[in-house]
């Protein structure tokens, strides 16, 4: 194990039994390209079951913090509270970047596509807390490191997302509900990049950019306020 991880493991307050899984969580799939003859496995699999562990968690959370609330709405906010920015500023508090294992063209990145490795890390290691420990200390990891957010993202309204905002503002001013189209994908399976147009029955009216389609929409959603002037 990276000498160094023994020092994360402190900082959550979790000592993995099988130190090869907290390793393979900081592995991003780009160092194996330049390290071919070390015997490792990168992290995607682990990010993929953290995903569904987190989405559990925090439907599980506000589920039970909010009873009055209708589903729509706990929807929204489960989605402000696990989206890449949130998610990647989970992992920076925790300083989960300097642990990570990358190529030396990845490691340069500092900007968009740093913060969307950093996210997939933060899944990573809830998969790999889950494989370890359980069920509840995954749990609790969530709880600790994001969901303290949530008074603070409800009491402000920031959970209202873009996309919520202008389907609403579209319907008042125009009676029409908007629909998004994806209009390019490009880059490789693991580190795609979505173009998506939003449309008003047959006019587009903004497009954006993301690293999911979920986050191009919104993006979409955002430039769209923006361009009928109704932000």
Known sequence: MHKDLAKFESSIGITFSNKELLQRAFTHRSYLNEHPDEDIL????????????LELVVTDYLFSKFPDRPEGDLTAIRAALV???????AAAKLEAGSYLRLSKGEAKDTGRGRQFILANTYEAIIGAIYLDQGYEPADTFITDTLLTATDELVADNSW???KSIFQETAQEHVSVTPTYETLE?????HD????????????????????????AQSSAAEAALEA???S
């Open 192 to 215: 795609k990049d979505f173009l998506v147009g939003v449309f008003l029955g047959a006019k587009q009216v903004a497009t954006g950019t993301g690293k999911s389609k979920q986050e």
């Open 42 to 53: 990168h992290n995607e699999r682990l990010e993929f079951l953290g995903d569904a562990i």
């Open 185 to 189: 994908e490009s880059g490789p399976d």
């Open 228 to 230: 009928k002037g109704w």
């Open 160 to 162: 209202r997302d873009a």
């Open 83 to 89: 989206n890449t920015v949130s998610i990647s500023q």
